[in-house]
């Protein structure tokens, strides 16, 4: 599907940076490192809440139009709402605890950058409710959560760039290789949706209830086929006798099956 395309290719990276703006190195940043990954998440998601912007836009100026489609808008803000609730979480539960005792006054900044991951999550909550279509939406518009998420999320990025480059200087290069592949594992079970009540504290409890709450995401996100930026979109599995039950079709051996009205070879039904 067109959408899916669009923030698939959206998440190659190459739009301007939630942190940095369009002022970001050419060619983008060194992946290799840690600081060059995060870098490009912040892009990721930058690009991401820009094509919503950019179909929203559509759907508010010209309704009549054929690519004023609100479902375009919901499925490309929904994709970034995916993106950035993964990379918060994994950032709280992977790379904040190292810097909380390595770099200078460690423990206020990650603090104060876990309280912006959740305040993010709560915008990144009433932007689901429209996307899910939930009759208890947020006095906020989806237009107004967009900008005012985008908005934190620049400022939040560009504590966070901060705070790696303070790690990097601090940290060996083995041990911030091995940071970053953890970063890596870990954003494959990180939860696509924002849970703002759970997650964003220091401690152990917080991180494995994350990590629960990612399981159940992904299964969510299976169930609903739900198309992830930077996730292969799985091809449909066949409906096996239960499903064509349920869906009230008729089996495989079935298919080929004459009915009743057009008669079987040498009964004499088949009528003249």
């Not at 803000?77 to 539960?93: C, K, N, Q, R, T």
């Not at 979109?233 to 409906?239: D, G, H």
């Amino acid at each position: 599907m067109a959408h899916q395309d669009e923030a698939t290719s959206a998440s190659t990276g190459t739009g301007a940076g939630v942190g940095t703006g369009s002022g970001g190195t050419a060619g983008g940043a060194d992946v290799s490192t840690l600081s060059g990954l995060v870098h490009e998440t912040h892009r990721d998601a930058a690009d991401l809440f820009e094509l919503a912007r950019q179909e929203l836009a559509k759907n508010t100026g010209s309704p009549q139009s054929p690519s004023a489609d609100p479902r375009l808008a919901m499925h490309a803000i929904d994709a970034a709402v995916a993106a950035f609730s993964a990379h918060l979480s994994v950032m709280e539960g992977v790379v904040y605890p190292t810097a909380a005792t390595a770099v200078p006054d460690g423990p206020a900044r990650t603090a104060a950058l876990r309280e912006t991951a959740r305040e993010a999550a709560g915008m990144m909550r009433g932007i689901e409710q429209y996307v899910q279509g939930d009759r208890y939406q947020p006095g906020s518009g989806v237009s107004e959560l967009r900008a005012n998420l985008v908005e934190l999320g620049q400022a939040h990025a560009r504590v966070e760039e901060r705070l790696l480059s303070d790690l990097e200087e601090r940290l060996a290069g083995a041990q911030l290789l091995r940071l970053r592949e953890d970063v890596q594992q870990a954003m494959r079970r990180a939860p696509t949706r924002p849970h703002p009540h759970l997650g964003h504290r220091a401690g152990l409890a917080s991180r494995l209830a994350a990590r629960l709450a990612g399981h159940w995401d992904h299964l969510l996100d299976t169930m609903d086929a739900r198309a992830v930026a930077g996730r292969p979109v799985r091809a449909p599995a066949p409906a096996g006798l239960w499903g064509w039950y349920l869906l009230g079709r008729p089996t495989s051996d079935q298919l080929g099956r004459p009915t009743g009205d057009q008669g079987h070879p040498g009964t004499g039904t088949s009528g003249d």
